[in-house]
């Protein structure tokens, strides 16, 4: 058991007025002060998933969170649904993948303490463990990250997916409970996407707009249909005949080409399909 998540279980917690999600704290065994954000991912906000924090809402997804200067927080990745989206920690939004690699080593050595059960493992040994198949990362032990910031208030920071570009989320500085930095900056320049209705009632993401009839597609792809599923079916697979049927450009690399426009929208199809409901 690691001390420092002997804790009473996550509880969803009250937002205030400044819509700044705070996370659970409680005294260690050590006498410490430390907050803990329980971190899962919503596998129906996108096609890549979204991240939300049980102690923000399981509605939620990417928070403003609040984090007290020079407090510990501990950020849990226990939930299966954390395998492939290892948790980031960066000075600008997304971190490694918006080419900010010198301030986002920065904070990875001052600030972050990527942890394996209660070995340090460091972010090098951390990361790829995400890569291995989803029994074998379920087996390893507890994941987590340790963030105790002290560096300097000018801006925000944002946590991020180290595997997938536009999973990013504010974090606000706090002091004495308070954003230091009233203003959203730097920007996230880009908005998270937000599912249909359709896709919804599917468990999709991106269907809505190949939905029968389709100037692109056959009137039914499924005879004698009787279930909601079976129309989401009709659904996807007009998704992969318009997707499928996409111009390739014929020079030297128009085999390759040809096979991305087919393999692209196919296995697109295929996570939908796994995510129907």
Known sequence: MIDDL????????????????????????????????????DFYASDLGAFYFEECG??????DIGIEIGKKYIFVQADRSNYYHPLGFAFTPDGAHAGHDAGHDEMEEEFLTYRLDEKDVGLDEYE????????????????????????????????????????????????????????????IKYNHPVPD????????????????????????????????????????????????????YGGNDGDVALFNHQMIPHHENAVNMAKGE
């Not at 399981?58 to 928070?63: E, R, T």
């Not at 004698?224 to 989401?232: L, M, S, V, Y």
């Open 6 to 41: 002997d804790a009473p279980s996550p509880e969803e917690r009250r937002t205030p007025e400044d819509k700044i999600c705070r996370g659970a704290c409680w005294t260690n065994k050590k006498g410490e002060e430390v907050c803990k954000f329980t971190a899962r991912v």
């Open 58 to 63: 399981a509605d939620n997804i990417y928070p």
């Open 128 to 187: 790829p463990l995400f890569f291995h198949s989803a029994g074998e990362w379920a087996g390893y032990g507890t994941f987590t990250v340790d963030v105790k910031y002290e560096g300097h208030h000018e801006s925000d920071l944002f946590y991020f997916c180290h595997i997938h570009e536009f999973m990013s989320g504010r974090i606000k500085l706090l002091k004495n409970d308070t954003p230091i930095q009233q203003a959203n900056s730097p920007p």
């Open 197 to 248: 209705p359709y896709d919804k009632s599917c468990g999709t993401y991106g269907l809505a707009p190949f939905q029968l009839p389709h100037p692109e597609c056959p009137n039914t792809f499924v005879c004698d249909k009787h279930t909601n599923f079976a129309g989401c079916i009709e659904t996807m697979n007009c998704f992969m005949m318009v997707g499928m049927t996409t111009y390739a």
